[in-house]
């Protein structure tokens, strides 16, 4: 289907709050509502198309920031070996060495990686859609918690808890009784206690941070969808900036207009593009392993 981004609906994202799931889908198709007929859908493993359209995007939600590299890796040559194999199905050998490499955008938290291109073999011209992303959970969680810790970072609060109650060198320590009866106390308190919650599943989080999250994640499979569709970065801000803040900031809460009509033209290319292929390889053949 064109248009299309699947967030892959794996075990993990599935046993994920309702709440959490529908924001996130919710906030998703928001974030792409600008172009006419994008499609966001959560989708079974079991159920993906065989072959991905050029204008179409998949991410995987992943629990933390280290199983990013590792899915990468693995997609990459999933999918390549994937395609070779779909090639050898038609009769035509893959040169795979004439493909646009694209080695993908890493960032803290999140991928996005793509090649797609027409490849010669013989008289035929072959659609060849490498195409993925992934998105972290504990990023997403982190941007909430930092936001609902004032910004300061865990270690932040603790040293600040321990130079108030045990003093400095230019300021005389309030003790334990004189530290837990002024506000700041409270305010370390609550902050330690929204740090706390990233090692917590989202079903234990309270509902509005849940929604946070959900929005937060829609805005990171946001911003690795569009690098299945541009590779770098759009310089003049908004949510396909390098570094896009995830949450409380929203200068990066939706994508800028300029990025917005280059994610157009770029989905309006390879939709012409595409059309000139004879034969289009398929990215996940049946009973062939499945990439994400
Ligand atoms: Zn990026």
Same mark, same amino acid.
């Not at 064109?2 to 075990?11: C, E, G, K, Q, R």
């Not at 280290?66 to 194999?85: I, K, P």
């Not at 917005?260 to 309006?268: D, G, R, T, W």
């Given at each position: 289907?064109?248009?299309?981004?699947? #967030?892959?609906?794996?075990?993990?994202?599935?046993?994920?709050?309702?709440?959490?799931?529908?924001?996130?889908?919710?906030?998703?198709? %928001?974030?792409?509502?600008?172009?006419?007929?994008? !499609?966001?859908? /959560?989708?079974?493993?079991?159920?993906?198309? =065989?072959?991905?359209?050029?204008?179409?995007?998949?991410?995987? $939600? $992943?629990?933390?920031?280290?199983?990013? *590299?590792?899915?990468?890796?693995?997609?990459?040559?999933?999918?390549?070996?994937?395609?070779? +194999?779909?090639?050898?199905?038609?009769? $035509?050998?893959? %040169?795979? *060495?004439?493909? &646009?490499?694209?080695?993908?955008?890493? @960032?803290?938290?999140?991928?996005?990686?793509?090649?797609?291109?027409?490849?010669?073999?013989?008289?035929? !011209?072959?659609?060849?859609?490498?195409?993925?992303?992934?998105?972290?959970?504990?990023?997403? &969680?982190?941007?909430?918690? @930092?936001?609902?810790?004032?910004?300061?970072?865990?270690?932040?609060?603790?040293?600040?808890?321990? %130079?108030?109650?045990?003093?400095?060198?230019?300021?005389?320590?309030? *003790?334990?009784?004189?530290?837990?009866?002024?506000?700041?106390?409270?305010?370390? #308190?609550?902050?330690?206690?929204?740090?706390?919650?990233?090692?917590?599943?989202?079903?234990?989080?309270?509902?509005?941070?849940?929604?946070?999250?959900?929005?937060?994640?829609?805005?990171?499979?946001? +911003?690795?969808?569009? +690098?299945?569709?541009?590779?770098p970065h759009y310089n003049g801000? *908004?949510?396909?900036?390098?570094?896009?803040?995830?949450?409380?900031?929203?200068?990066?809460?939706?994508?800028?207009?300029g990025d917005q009509k280059e994610?157009?033209?770029? /989905?309006?290319?390879? =939709?012409?593009?595409? &059309?000139?292929?004879? #034969? +289009?390889? @398929?990215?996940?053949?049946?009973?062939?392993?499945?990439?994400?």
């Amino acid at each position: 289907m064109a248009n299309t981004l699947y #967030i892959v609906d794996d075990d993990l994202f599935s046993r994920q709050p309702q709440l959490v799931r529908d924001t996130t889908l919710a906030e998703t198709q %928001n974030l792409f509502a600008f172009v006419s007929g994008f !499609k966001v859908i /959560l989708q079974q493993p079991s159920k993906f198309p =065989t072959r991905f359209d050029f204008t179409d995007s998949v991410v995987k $939600v $992943v629990e933390s920031d280290g199983d990013v *590299g590792a899915f990468h890796n693995q997609s990459v040559r999933t999918q390549t070996a994937n395609l070779a +194999h779909s090639a050898q199905q038609n009769g $035509v050998t893959l %040169n795979t *060495g004439t493909q &646009k490499r694209n080695a993908g955008v890493p @960032e803290r938290g999140g991928i996005g990686f793509q090649s797609k291109d027409i490849l010669t073999a013989g008289s035929q !011209k072959l659609a060849f859609v490498l195409t993925g992303g992934a998105a972290s959970l504990e990023t997403v &969680k982190e941007a909430v918690a @930092e936001f609902n810790a004032g910004g300061r970072s865990r270690n932040e609060i603790l040293a600040d808890k321990k %130079n108030a109650i045990e003093g400095t060198r230019t300021r005389k320590g309030l *003790g334990l009784a004189g530290y837990y009866g002024r506000h700041q106390a409270l305010v370390d #308190i609550r902050g330690l206690t929204a740090w706390d919650l990233v090692e917590k599943p989202l079903s234990d989080w309270p509902k509005d941070d849940q929604i946070s999250v959900a929005t937060a994640l829609a805005r990171l499979i946001a +911003h690795e969808a569009r +690098h299945q569709y541009i590779a770098p970065h759009y310089n003049g801000g *908004g949510l396909g900036a390098s570094e896009a803040s995830l949450w409380g900031d929203k200068n990066f809460a939706a994508f800028d207009k300029g990025d917005q009509k280059e994610v157009s033209v770029a /989905l309006a290319n390879f =939709t012409k593009l595409q &059309k000139t292929a004879t #034969i +289009h390889l @398929e990215t996940n053949p049946t009973n062939q392993p499945f990439p994400y």
